[in-house]
């Protein structure tokens, strides 16, 4: 069974980036669809990026244009690059694995914190 555990999180400013990773173990991630959620107090937990290995990427509309999702099945890492980020960009970040057709997200990441002030 596949295993997750996410990096990269900090504090940055208003206007900076960040990478986050997701650097999985157990099993390979090309047979999972993999997502990037986040949640930030007193919020509900949302999907931002998916990466659906039958239709493609997907973005929540407040990260498109944004944040980039990508992986390297060679290192069995996901990414989020995070780019002119926003206070409200602000919250715990996870990685999830999931059926191949998104339709459940049955494994998740301790969580990386992000800061932007």
């Known amino acids: 069974h596949v295993q997750l555990v996410e990096s990269g999180g900090g504090s940055v400013q208003v206007g900076g980036s960040l990478r986050l990773s997701c650097v999985a173990s157990g099993d390979t991630i090309g047979r999972y669809c993999m997502g990037w959620f986040r949640q930030a107090p007193g919020k509900e937990r949302e999907a931002i990026a998916v990466?659906?290995?039958?239709?493609?990427?997907t973005y929540a509309d407040s990260v498109r244009g944004r944040f980039t999702i990508s992986e390297d099945k060679a290192k069995a890492a996901l990414y989020l690059q995070m780019n002119s980020l926003k206070p409200e960009d602000t919250a715990m970040y996870y990685c999830a694995a999931g059926t191949p057709a998104c339709r459940e997200f049955d494994v998740w990441g301790q969580g990386t914190q992000v800061t932007v002030s």
């Open positions: 990466l659906d290995r039958i239709v493609g990427t």
